[in-house]
Nanobody, 121 residues
């Protein structure tokens, strides 16, 4: 079993900053790609940022220069630092990861439960 648990969401004013964390735990042999997605009310879930195990990153165009994704491979944890937040960043943010369990040969994809980020004055 593998669990992804996000933390760090909350309410922040426009222009403010917020940091999210995603910790993977359980029967883990290795974690490959990890990513942050978000889903605003009435909208489809969209990919915000990804990071591979060797640190390669990609970002949604609208968050480039404002968001930074990073990870601690030793702790199977991923972070998202969000700066200069805008009301349109308001969404539930989900953690996603490709995880290989011990005694397994293949990677499987997992989701966290989501954490609410609200940007409002």
């Amino acid at each position: 079993q593998v669990q992804l648990v996000e933390s760090g969401g909350g309410l922040v004013q426009p222009g403010g900053s917020l940091g999210l964390s995603c910790a993977a735990s359980g029967n883990i042999f290795s974690v490959y790609g990890m990513g942050w997605y978000r889903q605003a009310p009435g909208k489809q879930r969209e990919l915000v940022a990804t990071i591979t195990s060797d640190g390669n990153t990609n970002y949604l165009d609208s968050v480039k220069g404002r968001f930074t994704v990073s990870r601690d491979n030793a702790k199977n944890t991923m972070f998202l630092q969000m700066n200069s937040l805008k009301p349109e960043d308001t969404a539930v943010y989900y953690c996603n990861a490709d995880v290989r369990q011990r005694n397994q040969l293949l990677y499987a994809n997992y989701w966290g439960q989501g954490t609410q980020v609200t940007v409002s004055s």
